[in-house]
């Protein structure tokens, strides 16, 4: 026996190397990886939320960004939340995102489930037809023909059905709906149930995992789009949060908000400054993925990988 295997612990064969307890070299190489990435992903965000709320004087005195806070001054949520284009594009950005997850949920489903099931009128030229999409896409000009064409200019339905179905959430579903045992549709319909008590009853059940994942995907989606808007909403009330950021970017500052002044009880009266009116929109814009991102992180996991390998 040489020295080095003497000194080496021996690998159980019966379990893969990554179920092997780590090396301390390992361990301090992961925990230094996660260090960093920890640090590249709050650095920023905790440098917007101080900005966000530093005075006017703090933001001069740091030459822009402010990272170690000094100053706290909440007038740049004051103005964002005093009934301005904000508050109205928060409010357009929250039906938006709710409407649509609900409508791409109940289409995706519906079309996933009718394809998942053998012997469907059909199926296979639809499947063909959303597949196509993947290397396909119609181009701006058309879509914008289409969405103009059926008088959606200037309506909030134009930032839902254009974005309705994706591809992609459509075959994850589909590859969980097809793994599900054959013979719990069978038992169900010897009981008598239907195609939709089914879905209701059996699928959906099963796959509360998997269809989290993918609502989570499409409210995202709908939160964070502003293109479509840029494309097809001119009206200021209608425009979403997003849009509503881009503009301040461009813009330097938002007309509505520019040279406001309000009053904060125990600091007086103080106009925000345009960068901290900006890093406002920015953590607003954020706030909702955070909030809901805990309730369903437990079933992002699960079902990311159950969609993505079954089938």
């Known amino acids: 026996m040489s020295a080095d295997t003497a000194i080496r612990p021996r690998r159980n064969s019966n379990r893969p190397a990554w179920e092997e307890k780590p090396t301390l070299i390992g361990q301090f190489g992961k925990g230094t990886i996660i260090t960093v990435v920890l640090a590249v992903v709050l650095v920023p965000l905790w440098t917007v939320v101080v900005t966000s709320l530093s005075s006017e004087k703090t933001i001069n005195e740091a030459g822009g960004y ?6 706290l001054n909440p007038s740049a949520y004051v103005v964002i939340f005093s009934g301005g284009q904000v508050t109205d594009a928060i409010l357009v950005s929250t039906f938006v995102t709710i409407l649509g997850t609900a409508i791409s949920l109940i289409v995706t489903v519906l079309a996933a489930y009718g394809l998942s099931r053998p012997g469907t009128l059909g199926h296979r030229s639809i499947l063909f037809y959303f597949l196509l999409t993947f290397l396909i896409y119609p181009g701006m000009i058309p879509s914008y023909l289409v969405v103009t064409g059926l008088g959606l200019k200037d309506n909030l339905l134009a930032l839902i059905l254009p974005t309705a179905i994706s591809a992609f959430n459509l075959v994850v579903l589909r590859a969980f709906f097809m793994n599900i045992p054959g013979e719990l549709y069978d038992s169900a319909r010897i009981d008598g149930a239907g195609e939709l008590r089914i879905l209701w009853r059996i699928v959906l059940p099963l796959s509360r995992a998997v269809t989290a994942v993918v609502g ?7 939160w964070n789009a502003f293109f479509n808007a840029i494309l097809y909403i001119d009206r200021n009330d209608l425009q979403p949060v997003q849009r509503v950021l881009q ?41 909702p993925a955070l909030i809901v991102y805990p309730f369903i992180q437990r079933h992002f996991t699960k079902g990311v990988i159950i969609g993505a390998v079954k089938g």
């Open 66 to 71: 402010v990272f170690v806070p000094r100053e």
């Open 247 to 287: 503009q301040f970017i461009l813009a330097g500052q938002s007309p509505t908000t520019s040279g406001m002044a309000v009053a904060i009880p125990g600091l007086g009266s103080s106009t925000p400054p345009s960068l901290a009116i900006k890093m406002a929109v920015v953590v607003v814009t954020i706030v």
């Open 216 to 222: 989570l995907f499409y409210a995202v989606g709908y």
